[in-house]
């Protein structure tokens, strides 16, 4: 369905200048087969069939690809373990936390991971309520943070890194829309510090760094919509404002509803893919923007979510127990590159 924008100024309109001004108010119409030319590299949305990668998963969730391929899967056939996925299709437990990284009380369970410049792995401990770093071979676990003050965190659920390797996590905590107390941290990789960026979100879930590094995006998943921060050089978020509200209704070849955001991933053009938990798709959004460009069929219900590698994106279905990905010939966002 075309779009329409209309700008309309009030005010007193002087008969010299009337002609003008009725000329720069026109409506500007920007159909929405015209926008998505400018991204007519993606594949139609709900053209693509997601295949099956992997199973064995309890609760399939934080997707990370290295360079070489290998996938990195939370809670492989056990919570609380991280699996690995080998290129060439060999399968195991790369790291059991609650053997490397017990906890007093609390069972730890990963939920977010993303690999950092040195081929560590960040994990979101949402069962321990921790920020944990897992060596390259995954025999060491080394807890980051546990807490902001004296306060502990409640289960940190998602992880993004910037170019420094800065590390942006969400603690939804309990929160919901009616008692949203829900929270954005930042971890400082050079000071070892830990700020709040944001607080009172009625469940902030998955997020990303953007390309030029000046925003951060954050699903806000009872809200059903994916907010945006500008960052500062001395590691702020300010200027928080919707990014886009996903809609209610279906419209066309966009499945609309009731659909909680959560994982997101950015590709090379600065797309975000949102994994839609309940709604069995991937949302793609210009960041630019905030339109909606793209919708992916997912793989399955309770898609929690994605990250690329050569052209595919793969995405964790927890309904499924199930990593699924599939051909869309576009690259990921290096969030390891060159500051």
């Known amino acids: 369905m075309p779009r329409f924008r209309a700008v309309l100024r009030p005010g007193i309109l002087r008969p010299g200048i009337l002609a003008l001004v009725a000329l720069l108010t026109l409506p500007t119409f920007i159909p929405a087969q015209d926008a998505s030319d400018r991204h007519d590299d993606l594949p139609p949305s709900h053209s693509t069939v997601p295949e099956l990668y992997a199973t064995g998963f309890v609760f399939a969730e934080g997707p990370a690809l290295d360079e070489q391929g290998d996938l990195f899967v939370v809670n492989y056939r056990e919570l609380g373990t991280i699996g690995l996925i080998t290129a060439d299709g060999a399968a195991g437990i790369f790291c059991d936390l609650r053997e490397q990284a017990p906890l007093e009380g609390r069972q730890p369970q990963a939920n977010g991971l993303k690999i950092d410049s040195e081929r560590r792995l960040i994990v979101a401990d949402a069962g321990g309520g921790r920020l944990l770093r897992v060596s390259e071979d995954g025999q060491q676990v080394e807890v ?10 409640n289960a940190v659920n998602d992880v993004a890194l910037d170019r420094i390797g800065n590390i942006y996590f969400t603690d939804p905590g309990k929160s919901s829309k009616e008692n949203p107390i829900g929270s954005v941290y930042r971890y400082d990789i ?11 979100l009625a469940y902030p879930n998955g997020l990303a760094v953007t390309m030029d590094q000046r925003h951060l995006c954050v699903s806000e998943s009872q809200q059903y919509r994916v907010l945006i921060y500008d960052l500062t050089p001395e590691g702020k ?29 950015l590709d090379a ?22 339109e909606l460009l793209r919708q992916y069929d997912a793989g399955g219900d309770q898609a929690t979510n994605c990250h690329f590698h050569d052209g595919w994106l793969y995405t964790t279905i927890a309904a499924k127990e199930a990593v699924f990905r599939q051909k869309l010939g576009v690259e990921g966002f290096d969030y390891n590159g060159s500051p």
């Open 269 to 290: 053009k600065n797309r975000l893919y949102v994994a839609m938990w309940r709604g069995k798709v991937v949302n793609v959004v210009d960041v630019a923007t905030g």
């Open 190 to 200: 050079v000071t070892k510090t830990v700020s709040r960026l944001d607080t009172g």
């Open 144 to 153: 980051l943070t546990d807490r902001w003050e004296d306060a502990r965190f």
């Open 237 to 265: 978020a300010i200027n928080r404002r919707i990014l886009v509200d996903f809609p209610d209704d279906t419209e066309g070849s966009f499945k609309g509803g009731r659909f909680f955001p959560d994982g997101m991933i």
